[in-house]
């Protein structure tokens, strides 16, 4: 049976990590699953509060397991920055794999308390769900950014990692290294890249020896995230080059088809423009493969 433990620690012996990718739809969905099913890859849907609300917590919980189950393959899904108990509750009794628990804009203390607590009642719903705590600041929102945020300051320390991973009990790690949730419009164009503070993850990931996250991965220098896995990340999220993807794609598809209403003759556009942004990134952190 696939779990995704088993599957985070494979990539981990091999040396690789796995993608996590955001989703809101169906065209998302497909576009993942497909790049994920070409590379024979294990893969992480990630669904955020709003795009859990959008496509429905046990609605996305159904699809995925579908997908697992006639396929046979390495597919889980992950509640992406939860920020109440109440909703990780749901996410937990829906048959999420994983769920980001994420107080960080708590003071740590304040956080520890509270994540401690999620992890015992989340764990008592179901038992092999996977909890990842997060700390310091990368920033909100998956979108594109006027201004580069200031991020030096809530960068994670080695040794808060290693008391906050002691103190709660989860079982992955999201550290801030230099990474943001979005894109700055120069990063979409191409112009710059995202870089990040690659000793810092190696001295977290000895200090705290649990799974690291990657959050805000869009935009990031290619070499930046290869030096990342081998310092110790083990998943990377990317969604902002999804969501530029999927417009692009719907655009096209839209223009060249000015008269029709047809959805699945315009949405294929879009899944194919995703799935462009999607097999680069799973190709990068598996290896290159
Ligand atoms: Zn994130």
Redesign the pocket.
Same mark, same amino acid.
């Given at each position: 049976m696939h779990s995704l433990r088993h599957a985070l620690e494979q990539t981990h012996n091999n040396g690789v990590a796995i993608g996590h990718f955001n989703i809101a739809d169906s065209v998302l969905l497909k576009a993942v699953f497909a790049s994920a099913q070409e590379l024979s890859v294990p893969v992480l849907v /990630?669904v955020?509060e709003g795009e859990r609300e959008f496509i429905g917590v046990r609605q996305i919980a159904a699809l995925v397991r579908s997908l697992r189950e006639e396929f046979d393959f390495p597919i889980f899904l992950n509640a @992406? &920055?939860t920020r109440s108990l109440p909703k990780a509750r749901a996410a937990a009794e829906a048959g999420f794999d994983a769920i980001?628990f @994420?107080l960080s804009a708590l003071p740590f203390e304040e956080n520890v308390r509270q994540t401690k607590e999620a992890v015992e009642v989340l764990k008592t719903i179901k038992p092999s769900i996977l909890v990842e705590g997060?700390i310091g600041d990368?920033g909100t929102g998956?979108e594109i950014h006027e201004e580069a945020p200031d991020l030096l300051t809530g960068l994670t320390t080695p040794a808060e990692a290693k008391q906050y991973v002691e103190s709660t009990g989860i079982d992955i790690l999201?550290p801030a290294v230099g990474n943001m &949730?979005g894109m700055l419009k120069s990063m979409v164009r191409g112009q710059t890249r995202k870089h990040l503070d690659i000793p810092r993850i190696a001295q977290i990931k000895s200090a705290a020896r649990v799974p690291l996250?990657l &959050? /805000?991965g869009s935009g990031t220098d290619d070499d930046d995230l290869r030096k990342a896995i081998s310092a110790g990340i083990n998943i990377v &999220?990317i969604?902002t080059e999804l969501r530029v993807a999927w417009r692009r794609g719907l655009e096209e598809g839209l223009a060249k088809q000015p008269q029709k209403v047809v959805p699945y003759r315009i949405l294929p556009f879009a899944v194919e423009s995703v799935k462009q942004a999607v097999r680069p990134r799973l190709r990068l952190f598996n290896g290159d493969r």
């Open positions: /990630g955020s @992406d &920055h980001v @994420d997060e990368i998956s999201a &949730h996250t &959050h /805000g &999220h969604n």
